[in-house]
C-alpha cells in the first residue's frame, strides 16, 4: 500500500517521483483516441506500482468514471478514492465474497459457469446487487467463459450484464493474426447480446487502427507511460522517474572483479559507484552485468550518471547495485550525487527490456523502501 511521503526524501536510498499530471494526459489521448468509446482505466497491481490512492483521483479528476481492478481488496481501496465511480474487478467472484461487493457497490467480472450460478443465487435473494460484467474468451485461455458458452449463454442469463468484456493476446504486435480473429469472435458475441456495452481494448488494443470501436477502453499500461505501440514511438508522456543515491565510489585497477561470485571483471583501470536500489527495491536481479552476457552481446542494467548511461558491473544485491562510472563526469560520480535508474529518456520499456522483462513488471514491482515525491497533482 502507498503511504505517500512515509520515508523522508533524505533517509531514502532512492526517490521515486510519479508524475500525475503526465498521468492525466495520458488518459486524455488514449480517450481522445478512443472516439465514441468511454475511456476508463485499469488500476490493478496498485495503479502498477503508482499507487491506487494517487493515480485514482488524478484520473476522476480528469473525467474517467470507470475502474478496473484485479482484487477485491483493490477495489476497495478504489471505492474509497472514488466513491461515484464504477469500479470491476476482473478476476471475478472468490467464493463467498458476493456481499462484500454488494456493501461497496463493485461489480465482478463473471468468467465461468459456477460464477454466473453463484451471482446469480445472491442477486435473487439480494434483490438489489450491482450488475456484472461477463468475460468472455476469444484467444487468451487464460479467464472468460468459452465463445460457445458465452453465445449459448445469450438470452439465457438470470441477470442483465453491464458489460460485455474479452481481452486481446497480441494487440500490440502491429498486424497480428491473432487481433484480428478475435476482433471477429467478439462481433459474434456482440451480435448475440443486442444493446449490452461491450469492451475489449487493453493499451495497445486503443491505439489500434481501425479502432475496435466498442464501448469502454480499458487501457492500464500506457497510461503509466508504457509505449503501447513497441514499432512506433511511444505517444505517451513517462509518469514514473526514479533517481537512485551514490553512497560510495572507489576506483578498482585492471582485472579486479566486482559484487557477488566476481561475474563482472575490470578491463582497464575503472571507476565504480554503488548506489542505494536492489532486488529487495523490485530492481530485477536479472539486470545485472555480468562477463557472460558481455561477452554475448546481451543487454544489462544501465544508469544515467551526469547524463551518461554507465552499465550495471556485477549482480544486482539485494540492497545494492554497483555501477562503471569510468565514463560519466566527476562531478556528478560522487557520494550524495543521483543516478537515473528510471527517466531521462531511459523509460521503462528500455528498463525492462535489459532485465529481460518487460516495462510492465518494473512498474509493478516497484519497491516500498523508495521516497515517493508526486508532482502535478
Ligand atoms: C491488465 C488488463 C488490462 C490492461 O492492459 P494494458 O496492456 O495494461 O493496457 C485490460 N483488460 C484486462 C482484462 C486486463 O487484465
Not at 465461468?112 to 456484472?132: C, H, L, N, Y
Not at 468475460?135 to 460457445?148: A, E, Q
Not at 579486479?256 to 561470485?261: D, E, L, M, P
Not at 554507465?310 to 562503471?324: E, K, N, Q, R
Request: with cysteine; aromatic share 6%.
Amino acid at each position: 500500500m502507498t503511504d505517500a511521503g512515509a520515508i523522508p526524501e533524505e533517509e531514502a536510498g532512492a526517490l521515486l517521483t510519479i508524475d500525475l499530471g503526465a498521468l492525466r494526459d495520458n488518459w486524455r489521448t488514449i480517450r481522445d483516441r478512443s472516439g465514441a468509446a468511454e475511456c476508463g482505466a485499469v488500476v490493478k497491481a496498485d495503479a502498477y506500482g503508482t499507487g491506487i490512492e494517487a493515480a485514482v483521483p488524478a484520473l476522476a479528476k480528469a473525467g474517467c468514471r470507470t475502474f478496473f481492478v484485479a482484487h477485491l481488496s483493490e477495489a476497495r481501496r478504489a471505492r474509497a478514492c472514488a466513491p461515484d465511480a464504477v469500479i470491476y474487478v476482473l478476476n471475478g467472484l472468490a467464493p463467498g465474497t458476493a456481499p462484500a461487493y454488494r456493501a461497496q457497490g463493485l461489480r465482478p467480472v463473471l468468467g465461468s459457469r459456477e460464477e454466473i450460478a453463484e451471482w446469480a443465487a445472491f442477486a435473487a435473494q439480494a434483490g438489489d446487487a450491482p450488475p456484472p460484467a461477463l468475460h468472455v474468451d476469444t484467444g487468451m485461455n487464460r479467464l472468460g467463459l468459452s465463445l460457445d458458452e458465452g453465445l449459448a449463454m445469450a438470452g439465457a442469463l438470470p441477470f442483465a450484464p453491464a458489460l460485455l468484456m474479452s481481452h486481446f493476446t497480441s494487440a500490440e504486435e502491429e498486424g497480428a493474426p491473432a487481433t484480428a480473429a478475435q476482433i471477429a469472435a467478439f462481433a459474434r458475441l456482440r451480435a448475440a447480446f443486442p444493446g449490452v456495452p461491450a469492451s475489449l481494448a487493453n493499451s495497445s488494443g486503443s491505439l489500434l487502427e481501425p479502432a475496435p470501436g466498442l464501448d469502454l477502453a480499458r487501457p492500464g499500461y500506457a497510461l503509466y507511460g508504457g509505449c503501447p505501440t513497441p514499432d512506433r514511438p511511444n505517444p505517451m508522456r513517462p509518469v514514473v522517474r526514479l533517481d537512485a543515491t551514490i553512497i560510495q565510489t572507489r576506483d578498482v585497477p585492471d582485472g579486479a572483479v566486482v559484487g557477488y561470485n566476481g561475474r563482472w571483471t575490470a578491463r582497464g583501470p575503472r571507476r565504480l559507484a554503488t548506489i542505494c536500489v536492489g532486488y529487495a527495491d523490485g530492481y530485477p536481479r536479472s539486470a545485472s552485468g555480468t562477463d557472460d552476457k558481455r561477452a554475448a552481446g546481451i543487454e544489462a542494467g544501465v544508469a544515467l550518471v551526469g547524463g551518461v548511461r554507465c552499465p550495471f558491473a556485477g549482480t544486482v544485491s539485494m540492497d545494492l547495485i554497483i555501477l562503471d562510472v569510468t565514463d560519466a563526469p566527476a562531478e556528478s560520480a560522487r557520494r550524495g550525487a543521483r543516478a537515473v535508474l528510471i527517466g531521462d529518456g531511459l523509460d521503462i520499456d528500455e528498463v525492462g527490456r535489459r532485465a529481460g522483462t518487460v516495462g510492465y513488471e518494473i512498474l509493478t514491482s516497484l519497491g516500498r523502501r523508495y521516497a515517493r515525491r508526486l508532482v502535478g497533482a
